[in-house]
Antibody, heavy 120, light 110 residues
Framework: ELQLVESGGGLVQPGGSLRLSCAAS????????MHWVRQSPGKGLVWVSR????????TYADSVKGRFTISRDNAKNTLYLQMSSLRAEDTAVYYC?????????????WGQGTLVTVSS | QSVLTQPPSVSAAPGQKVTISCSGS????????VSWYQQLPGSAPKLLIY???KRPSGIPDRFSGSKSGTSAILGITGLQTGDEADYYC???????????FGGGTKLTVL
């Protein structure tokens, strides 16, 4: 069974850092581009970042560029999101999501999400 | 503000049909495929429609999608109380080089 399981969320103070993980199983992780999408409480979905299957190329939303870093360890079947200089507006549930083929603009599988709360 | 525009809410009675619209521009819907997601309360989004009108395995044919120009529509027939959820449209945006979503539409089955 295909699974994406996020972890690493929690409460962090403004200006702090956090690293999210997304453990993949049930498919050949190294063959797929992966994304992070977030959802602030009571709000809609917002795309955050994308990484190619081999990790050679990454893209970020303007709102997180320079503060967040997406990466992956294909040997560990794990996707990461390193978040720094966190702001209150980064408070959200963070989902990792898979695209079914390189360059596709939709997500066929999503994790259950991990909540990040930025507050003093 | 979301790049794609959806109505905040729609409602219909059980067994009836409802449509949800999604409006964008040439940089997204006009030149790229549209996808739709269902988000049940407290759950992660789930893919309903991809490439404008295709259904993943396991999605009933009560759900359909269409696209015309810079707009798309999600249709749901034979409404069930279990269809109560938030629905989001999405598309690649070539100008932003990112996936963009609508603000979501809350479906109430009366």
């Amino acid at each position: 069974e295909l699974q994406l399981v996020e972890s690493g969320g929690g409460l962090v103070q403004p200006g702090g850092s956090l690293r999210l993980s997304c453990a993949a199983s049930g498919f050949t992780f190294s063959s797929y581009w992966m994304h992070w999408v977030r959802q602030s409480p009571g709000k809609g979905l917002v795309w955050v970042s994308r990484i190619t299957s081999d990790g050679s190329s990454t893209t970020y939303a303007d709102s997180v560029k320079g503060r967040f870093t997406i990466s992956r360890d294909n040997a560990k079947n794990t996707l990461y999101l390193q978040m720094s200089s966190l702001r209150a507006e980064d408070t959200a549930v963070y989902y990792c999501a898979r695209v079914p083929a390189a360059g596709k603009g939709y997500f066929d599988y999503w994790g259950q999400g991990t909540l990040v709360t930025v507050s003093s | 503000q979301s790049v794609l525009t959806q109505p905040p809410s729609v409602s219909a009675a059980p067994g009836q049909k409802v449509t949800i619209s999604c409006s964008g521009s040439n940089s997204n819907i006009g030149n790229n495929y549209v996808s739709w997601y269902q988000q049940l309360p407290g759950s992660a989004p789930k893919l309903l429609i991809y490439d404008n009108n295709k259904r993943p395995s396991g999605i009933p044919d009560r759900f359909s999608g269409s696209k015309s120009g810079t707009s798309a529509i999600l249709g749901i027939t034979g409404l069930q109380t279990g269809d109560e959820a938030d629905y989001y449209c999405g598309a690649w945006d070539g100008s932003l080089s990112s996936v963009v979503f609508g603000g979501g539409t809350k479906l109430t089955v009366l």
